[in-house]
């Protein structure tokens, strides 16, 4: 299925997958940024892609992980991991195994903690360099990747960044292709079991289901429909902070620190 | 001499035409198998023909004498020019019976010839043009060559030269009709069509000798049990055997062209063309000899032919670049079966959309325009527009509707269908409520636990989807205790009576019977139930939903209904089996192949030519498709009304809809607030 050349090395790249869940009804699926994470894979020219997913292997994770090979695929590697694993040891072995260049997952799992932070311990724990928010691959050569950066209100910043790399992507990543029931009800899952780490703490955890809080209201007083357009459409306006250029990697940590320290983020 | 050369050539145009016919069979058997009776079949083809098949062709009385003449004295002919030519054998009446089927076949042939003289547009030009001639070089000549063998001319009449004259004129008909048939001129149609007939993939739609009327619309069910098997068509050779068939049937009569919205809309959709590029198809080849309208496009007027081709084994529909079809003339189907219905061959052309869209949805995840999204809708919130399903009867917050699971058992079960999430569709149903309340009818809804019925998933291809929701929804049927379903849209209406029922679980079946509201109605105003006031003095015209009229046969229920509550009705040009399709079918509205002009536009013209003041409609698809045309500069837009909210406009002593007091539960929200 993979588009192959004998000329050039293929770019090899993993999609971290996850199991979904729909937010009206509950029921898996696909994962949003998951799936637009594999689209972005399968535009890459050259690309020899490979799904991976980390976890439970049971008759709804399996429907799930399935509607990522309706998007063209033979197979999907599953580590098997017991309900409520710490799955990080274990991607981080299987990465560090198949070595790929590049690493792409969605910012943020749609079950189970969802905190968002994997993305960021793998790359602490492998030593790689992460880029968020992405919206699109633009070249990859000699070993640098050129990479688009979303930024809020359709901003794009450009970015060049030396491989093997993780990234991670929101919903300004291309939409995903449909899922054909064919090749996913055909392709193989191909399971194999991994270090199983298993996460005490979240053992402790009591989950209940959340409230939804109600939105505050904007108010825009505007006599006009031309204000308030203005006003649905201004920029969100940032008052004080400042950039710091040019400073040493303490210096900027130092800045991020006291920031968080009168933000009371950190007491 | 001629003694000598007419045998030689009846008897090798025999021998060639059974060459042919071996060859062309061939190439149907590339097909899918599929199973049918053969002497059962070839058993019943004249019942089919004489039956089925003149009931389609005598909807044009000129076109159908002429084929009896011609048709008819062709077969006569022929089975007698081989008995008194081939034979020899002319003594008696035979030598006068074949002059007199000949002249027969030259009369019907003339007939041909004028039509053929300015054919309308949607006939096939190239080698047609020259079968009316064709048909009278046999006739003649077969008509001449006889007259000698019943003495009317001596034996030598004219010489050599004459008679190697009328054997070239003979030798010519010969060859069109007789080995032309097998081996693909237009004659194809009659050995093709008669085994079409024969073998046909849904036996069931012709009438039996009791007079039963032979309808079958249901898609067929695809079989999801072989999880390797490839799914859909994607090469002609995917087609069954017998769908085949069909396709070489065709007499490129281009009725399915005149009929079609989509055609006249100027989407890239020609059920004929579509047709002959199976053929082509079929064969290998391209599509440069089709000699009919292409198929419409928006940007460039019309498709030149010969920039598609295809193999048997080929796809049909190029992942890239073109092959035999492009995705968007399969997308552009809105399933009104216009064509099937007035298809003089019989031929299935909603069967074989379907089939190849099935390819493009569940192999390819090709599904265009909002598809994908509906799909996955109705995947996680069974229903398409992504609505909490928990949220099914909240627009009935105010009207107590007895629900299913409490009360398990009830005359009626009201099927309400995804219009609960829809405005405009909500007033239908509540008027559709108040009727049956005043009509003290014993019903009971769903609620939560109905789904979409899975009407457009499947004809967006997706059968998994579409079984799925039809397993789902026919276990929490089998739980409850009713009469009948009754239900205001036809899409689940058809889906519901006639696609079902392939599905119930072995040992179980679908043992009630489905009513569309306005057969429904119908009956509560025949049996005396529902107290009308008629006198609305209006004048209305009635747009018949495809999958009420042309899919169930129901024309007459709703115009009764209209009749009952006094209301002038003037028919449209095209309505009954005629009627134009709304194109809010086949998942259309969600794929939205762009087009010259909008199907719904188009049928609110047949709307204004009326010059009725309302239109009254049976399906929320119609509702929304026609409510949502624009007038044209100048002219008040013409109302759009469900039947059943013409009903309950015309109740007598109005009941309140709600048993339980509206002001009462309203106030006592007021005093929680305050409190
Ligand atoms: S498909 Fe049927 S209606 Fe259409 S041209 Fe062929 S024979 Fe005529
Ligand atoms: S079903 Fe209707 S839209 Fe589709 S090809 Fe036939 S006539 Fe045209």
């Known amino acids: 299925m993979q588009p192959e050349s004998a000329m050039t090395p293929a770019l090899e790249v993993t999609v971290l997958v996850s199991i979904g869940r729909h937010p009206l009804t509950g029921r898996v699926r696909r994962a949003d940024q998951d799936a637009r994470g594999v689209e972005l894979a399968r535009s890459l020219a050259d690309a020899e892609v490979r799904l991976l997913h980390a976890g439970e292997c049971n008759e709804s994770s399996e429907a799930a992980l399935r509607g990522y090979l309706g998007m063209g695929f033979s197979e999907l590697a599953l580590i098997e991991q017991p309900e409520g694993a710490d799955v990080l040891p274990a991607l981080s072995e299987a990465l560090d195994a198949t070595s790929p260049h590049l690493v792409i997952t969605g910012e943020r799992a749609e079950r189970g903690e969802g905190s968002g932070l994997l993305p960021y311990l793998l790359a602490e724990r492998l030593g790689w360099p992460l880029v968020s928010g992405l919206a699109a691959v633009e070249s990859v050569e000699d070993g640098m990747a050129t990479l688009l950066q979303a930024l809020p209100r359709g901003q794009r910043r450009r970015l060049k960044i030396r491989l093997p790399a993780i990234v991670t992507v929101d919903d300004a990543a291309p939409t995903p292709r449909q899922s054909a029931y064919g090749p996913a009800r055909r392709g193989t899952l191909e399971t194999s079991a991994g270090e199983v780490c298993n996460d005490d703490e979240w053992a402790t955890w009591q989950v209940q289901p959340a409230r939804p809080r109600p939105k505050r209201l904007k108010i825009v007083k505007a006599a006009s429909a031309r204000d308030r357009f203005k006003a649905a459409a201004a920029k969100a306006e940032g008052t004080g902070g400042q950039v710091l250029t040019d400073v040493t990697p303490t210096q900027g940590a130092e800045a991020i620190l006291t920031l968080l320290r009168d933000e009371e983020v950190l007491r | 001499m001629l003694d000598i050369l007419l045998p030689i050539l009846i008897f090798s145009a025999l021998a060639l035409a059974a060459i042919g016919a071996v060859r062309r069979i061939r190439l149907w058997r590339q097909g899918r198998p599929s199973p049918v009776p053969v002497l059962r079949g070839l058993a019943a083809v004249p019942r089919r023909y004489l039956v089925d098949l003149h009931h389609v062709v005598a909807r044009d009385k000129v076109m159908s004498n002429t084929h009896v003449a011609t048709a008819g004295g062709f077969v006569a002919a022929m089975g007698l020019a081989i008995v008194v030519h081939g034979l020899g054998l002319a003594e008696g009446v035979l030598g006068w019976l074949l002059l007199a089927a000949s002249a027969t076949m030259f009369a019907g042939s003339l007939f041909v010839a004028q039509r053929r003289r300015n054919p309308p547009a949607r006939l096939s030009k190239g080698p047609w043009m020259r079968l009316p001639k064709s048909l009278m070089a046999f006739s003649l000549g077969i008509f001449v060559v006889t007259l000698p063998a019943v003495g009317v001319l001596p034996a030598d009449a004219g010489g050599w030269l004459v008679a190697l004259v ?128 292409p198929y419409p496009s928006p940007e460039r007027g019309d498709k030149p032919v010969g920039e598609h081709h295809g193999t048997p084994h080929g796809p049909i529909v190029a992942r890239e670049g073109t092959a035999l079809v492009d995705a968007e003339t399969l997308w552009s189907c809105t399933t009104c079966r216009a064509c099937v219905e007035e298809c003089p061959m019989m031929i299935e052309h909603v069967d074989a959309i379907v089939d190849m869209r099935r390819h493009l949805t569940l192999e390819e995840g090709a599904t265009p325009g909002k598809g994908a999204e509906v799909i996955d809708n109705l995947i996680a919130t069974d229903n398409p527009g992504g609505f909490d399903p928990g949220g099914r009867l909240n627009w009935a917050a105010d009207l107590d509707l007895p629900l299913m699971a409490d009360v398990e058992r009830a005359e009626v079960l009201l099927w309400l269908g995804d219009g609960v999430f829809d405005m405009r569709n909500q007033r239908t149903l509540r008027a559709l409520i108040k009727v049956l309340r005043a009509a003290d009818v014993d019903f009971a809804v769903l609620g939560n636990e109905e789904r979409d019925s899975g009407d457009v998933a499947r004809r967006l291809g997706d059968e998994a989807t579409f079984q799925s929701l039809a397993r789902r929804n026919i276990a929490t049927l089998s739980r409850y205790r009713f009469e009948s379903i009754v239900t205001c849209d036809p899409h689940s209406f058809h889906v519901l009576k006639n696609e079902y029922g392939a599905l119930y679980p072995q040992g179980q079946d679908a043992d009630y019977p489905v009513w569309h509201h306005s057969t429904f109605i119908n009956q509560l105003i025949e049996s005396g139930r529902l107290p009308l006031a008629p006198g609305q003095a209006q004048r209305v015209t009635y747009h018949d939903p495809c999958y009420l009229g042309r899919y169930n046969g129901e024309y007459e229920a709703p115009r009764a209904v209209l009749r009952a509550l006094g209301v002038e009705l003037v028919e449209m040009q095209r309505s009954g089996y005629r009627s134009r399709c709304c194109g809010g079918g086949g998942g259309a509205p969600i794929t939205d192949v762009p087009g010259k002009q909008r199907i719904p536009d188009m049928r609110m013209g047949d709307v ?68």
């Open chain 2, 166 to 293: 009328l054997a070239a004129v003979v030798a010519w008909g010969l060859a069109e009709l007789v080995f032309g048939m097998t081996w693909g001129g237009p004659m194809k149609h009659a050995f093709a069509g008669a085994l079409h007939l024969a073998f046909h993939r849904r036996p069931e739609r012709f009438s039996d000798k009791r007079g039963g009327e032979g309808r079958s619309t249901g898609l067929k069910a695809l079989d999801l049990e072989d999880d390797q098997a490839p799914l859909g068509v994607e090469t002609p050779a995917d087609f069954t055997w017998n769908q085949l068939l069909g396709f070489d049937a065709c007499v490129q009569c281009g009725r399915c062209e005149a009929v079609c919205p989509a055609f006249a809309a100027g989407q890239p959709l020609n059920p004929k063309k579509l047709i002959q590029d199976m053929v082509v198809g079929m064969a290998g080849g391209s599509d440069a000899h089709y000699a009919g309208s």
């Open chain 2, 608 to 675: 204004r030519e009326t010059q009725a003041e309302q239109v009254v409609v049976g399906c929320p698809q119609c509702t929304a498709m026609l409510e949502g045309v624009v007038p044209p500069a100048g002219n008040e837009a013409t109302a759009v009304k469900d039947i059943a909210e013409m009903v309950a406009a015309a109740l007598d002593n109005t009941p309140p809809a709600t048993p339980a007091s509206h002001d009462a539960a309203a106030s006592q929200a007021t005093e929680e607030v305050l409190s």
